[in-house]
C-alpha cells in the first residue's frame, strides 16, 4: 500500500545548527512534494513546493531536496532559531487524482 | 483578506446528533478539500472539490457529506456522530485542481463526540 513515513520522535537541536527532516514514501511515484510547518492549534502553513525533475529548492535559511530514487525527501532548516520549532509535514500529489496526502509530521524543538 | 475561515472553532456533540462544520474561503479558489487530524496519524483527506458542483471521495469519507454549492462555500456534514469522529478537522482551498498548487488551510474545528 501507498505510504509516507515522517520521523515521529521529536527533534531537538541547539539554535544556530541546521535542522534536518526526512521524508520517505513507498508505491508513490509523486511528480511534486510540498512541506509545511503546523504550530500548535493552527492549520498547516505552506513553506516549499518541489518538482519531481528538481533535485534541490531553496528560500531564505530552508532547502529542500529530492530523490526520486530513493523515495525520499530531506528538508533542512540553517542557522535554526527557537521561532522555528514546529511541527513539519510533507506532503505528495496522488498521481492525477487531485489528492495531497500528507505524512504524520515531525516536530523540531530548537533550544536557546 | 481572510483566507480560510471555519467555524465553529470548538464543538462538543453527543453520539448520533449530526451537525455541519462550515468553511468558507475569499480568495476564489477553484479546490477545496477536508482533512481531519489525529495523533500519530496525520491529515487524512475527507472529500474534495475541484470546482462548484463537483466533490467526490478521499481516504476516509465514511459518515460525512459535502456539497459545493458555491466557489466560496464547502461545508462537511456528520450525519450520525461517533466517537470515531473525536478529531481536529481542517479545510483547505487552493486556486485550481493542479498538482503542484500549495494549500491554503483554516485554523480548524476540534470536534468532541461523547
Known amino acids: 500500500s501507498q505510504k509516507i513515513e515522517q520521523n515521529s520522535e521529536a527533534l531537538n537541536i541547539q539554535e544556530g545548527k541546521t535542522a534536518t527532516l526526512t521524508c520517505n514514501y513507498t508505491n508513490y511515484s509523486p511528480a511534486y512534494l510540498q512541506w509545511y510547518r503546523q504550530d500548535p492549534g493552527r492549520g498547516p502553513v505552506f513553506l516549499l513546493l518541489i518538482r519531481e525533475n528538481e533535485k534541490e529548492k531553496r528560500k531564505e535559511r530552508l532547502k529542500v531536496t529530492f530523490d526520486t530514487t530513493l523515495k525520499q525527501s530531506l528538508f533542512h532548516i540553517t542557522a535554526s532559531q527557537p521561532a522555528d520549532s514546529a511541527t513539519y509535514l510533507c506532503a505528495l500529489d496522488m498521481d492525477s487524482s487531485y489528492k495531497l496526502i500528507f505524512g504524520s509530521g515531525t516536530r523540531l524543538l530548537v533550544r536557546p | 483578506n481572510a483566507g480560510v475561515t471555519q467555524t465553529p472553532k470548538f464543538q462538543v456533540l453527543k453520539t448520533g446528533q449530526s451537525m455541519t462544520l462550515q468553511c468558507a474561503q475569499d480568495?476564489?479558489?477553484?479546490?477545496m478539500s477536508w482533512y481531519r487530524q489525529d495523533p500519530g496519524m496525520g491529515l487524512r483527506l475527507i472529500h474534495y472539490s475541484v470546482g462548484a458542483g463537483i466533490t467526490d471521495q478521499g481516504e476516509v469519507p465514511n459518515g460525512y457529506n459535502v456539497s459545493r454549492s458555491t466557489t466560496e462555500d464547502f461545508p462537511l456534514r456528520l450525519l450520525s456522530a461517533a466517537p470515531s469522529q473525536t478529531s481536529v478537522y481542517f479545510c483547505a482551498s487552493s486556486r485550481d485542481r493542479g498538482r503542484d498548487q500549495p494549500q491554503h488551510f483554516g485554523d480548524g474545528t476540534r470536534l468532541s463526540i461523547l
Open positions: 480568495m476564489n479558489h477553484e479546490y
